[in-house]
């Protein structure tokens, strides 16, 4: 009897080490449409994550991606990303329009765009998503203009990255 107690420990325990653990990482993709002027965004986030942070700013229960959602949940989502996602391109501080969201699995994919850029010159961004409530957050910014990709890992000891492209 112990021997089996014992096996079903040894068992569990690397089964509950995995599931404890949780990384705490965003992906923004930037991408310049030359053809249509434009800068295309897709910033994606644990769904749990951006829920809890939610929730927890605006002292309530919002139940993300449930039949229960908020229905006015694409108002939270854009006044946050505004405040927590910034973008200068050619020197000048830039807005962006909240496109809409999309669902898949356990993460959310945010589409936003900044109509009537011709040329990028120099692009800042600014990611302090889900920095106030996750310590080991890092957002991972992956950038494709004038034919160059470039990639850069933001936290909360660095939320802002410089970028300089040359034609």
Do not use: W
């Not at 599931?19 to 992906?27: D, F, G, Q």
């Not at 002292?59 to 910034?86: C, G, P, R, W």
């Not at 000891?157 to 492209?165: E, M, R, T, V």
């Amino acid at each position: 009897m112990k021997l089996r107690k014992y096996l079903l420990i040894l068992f569990i325990i690397p089964l509950t080490a995995f599931s404890v653990h949780k990384y705490y990482i965003s992906l923004c993709e930037i991408e310049h449409n030359e053809k249509q002027n434009s800068v295309q965004i897709t910033l994606g986030m644990f769904i749990d994550d951006i829920e809890l942070t939610l929730n927890k700013n605006h002292k309530t229960k919002l139940n993300i991606a449930t039949v229960d959602e908020y229905s006015a949940i694409d108002q939270y989502f854009e006044e946050y990303l505004n405040k927590h996602f910034i973008i200068t391109i050619n020197n000048k501080l830039k807005a962006y329009e909240y496109i809409g969201k999309e669902y898949e699995d356990d993460i959310v994919r945010f589409y936003l765009e900044i109509p009537n850029i011709e040329h990028i010159q120099s692009i800042s961004v600014k990611n302090t998503s889900l920095i106030k409530f996750f310590e080991d957050q890092q957002n991972i910014i992956k950038i494709k203009a004038n034919q160059k990709h470039k990639t850069f890992y933001l936290n909360k000891q660095n939320d802002k990255g410089l970028l300089n492209f040359k034609n």
